[in-house]
């Protein structure tokens, strides 16, 4: 069983930076990849970015990339979401979930969930 806890969210303006944090418990959560989704207000939740296990492999969407960053640390069993030059359009509830297989941008891969963090950028 893993449980996930997600911080860091706020209110920022447009071209600001936020981390997110995704802090796991659960002493197999190291050999889970983690993803992060965002859902913002009457839109479906979609994939953001992705990390293997490991952290040696990373996966970002179109729209984030080149802007975020997704990290973890395992000694801490946390998952970061870096996230620069941000635009009003990046604002939704993000979460942050784990896959006991590869991970990747498919909501239905993943097993557990967070309960998610709002981010706001301002124009």
């Known amino acids: 069983q893993v449980q996930l806890v997600e911080s860091g969210g706020g209110l920022v303006q447009a071209g600001g930076s936020l981390r997110l944090s995704c802090a796991a418990s659960?002493?197999?959560?190291?050999?889970?990849?983690t993803g992060w989704f965002r859902q913002a207000p009457g839109k479906e939740r979609e994939f953001v970015a992705a990390?293997?296990?490991?952290?040696?492999?990373?996966y970002y969407s179109d729209s984030v990339k080149g802007r975020f960053t997704i990290s973890r640390d395992g000694a801490k069993n946390t998952v970061y979401l870096q996230m620069n030059s941000l635009k009003p359009e990046d604002t939704a509830v993000y979460y942050c979930?784990?896959?006991?297989?590869?991970?990747?941008?498919?909501?239905?891969?993943?097993?557990?969930w967070g309960q998610g963090t709002q981010v706001t950028v301002s124009s």
């Open positions: 990390i293997s296990w490991n952290g040696a492999n990373t």
């Open positions: 979930a784990a896959d006991v297989d590869g991970g990747g941008p498919r909501i239905q891969e993943y097993d557990y």
């Open positions: 659960g002493r197999t959560f190291s050999s889970y990849a």
